[in-house]
């Protein structure tokens, strides 16, 4: 783990305490998830070699100028797995992180969550597609490694991804309905377009 900034750089999952991981693992082994399953496994040597790099915006009409996107270095084909979200796997609510994904939710009430906010690796840089195109051309996916371990990751949808293209998600309705009212400089230097397709 390397620090870059204010944040941790991970090649890795930052995990629970012990005590906690046990139950974890037994509840998310139960998981169906929340999205079909992807065509094919990662390949795993996809750490060795990675397909993209973060690049600063300074686009003017673009929702995140002056911060980060994540970008492809080739072409990435359709289906194809990109990168994994990596960040703190953790068991607590925080609402008010912007890198915080769900893995799954158990029937006792326990969210397990993946959070990017102060640790993570080049996905937390991954931009929300309203706003700059017409549709995502990557998704979240929900996968098993060969040990079992659920994860988070990101794929290509349908189209192929053009070298130097952003790769853009959607982070859903409910994550920018919960920031409309939001007063911080990135929420109110949006575009009005984007205002309206938040509210549809």
Not at 166 to 187: A, F, N, Q
Request: hydrophobic share 35%.
């Amino acid at each position: 783990m390397a620090l870059v900034g204010h944040v941790y750089y991970l090649s890795s999952v930052s995990l629970l305490p012990a005590s906690l991981y046990a139950h974890i693992l037994t509840m998310t082994n139960d998981a169906t998830g929340t999205h079909p399953p992807p065509q094919k496994s990662p390949d795993p040597s996809f750490r060795s070699v990675l397909i993209v790099r973060i690049k600063s915006i300074s686009d003017p009409a673009h929702p995140a100028r002056g911060q980060y996107g994540l970008f492809a270095l080739k072409t990435i084909k359709p289906r194809t797995h990109i990168i994994d979200y990596i960040g703190e796997v953790h068991c607590q609510e925080r609402l008010t992180s912007d890198y915080d994904l769900s893995l799954c939710r158990s029937q006792d009430g326990i969210n397990v969550g993946i959070d990017a906010s102060a640790m993570g690796n080049e996905a937390r840089f991954v931009n929300d597609y309203r706003g700059i195109q017409g549709k995502p051309n990557a998704e979240f996916v929900e996968y098993r490694t060969a040990a079992g371990e659920l994860r988070m990751s990101i794929w290509s949808t349908g189209d192929s991804i053009k070298k130097g293209n952003e790769i853009l998600v959607s982070y859903g309705k409910s994550w920018w309905r919960s920031r409309v009212g939001d007063t911080t400089p990135h929420m109110a230097d949006l575009p009005p377009n984007l205002s309206e397709v938040i509210q549809s």
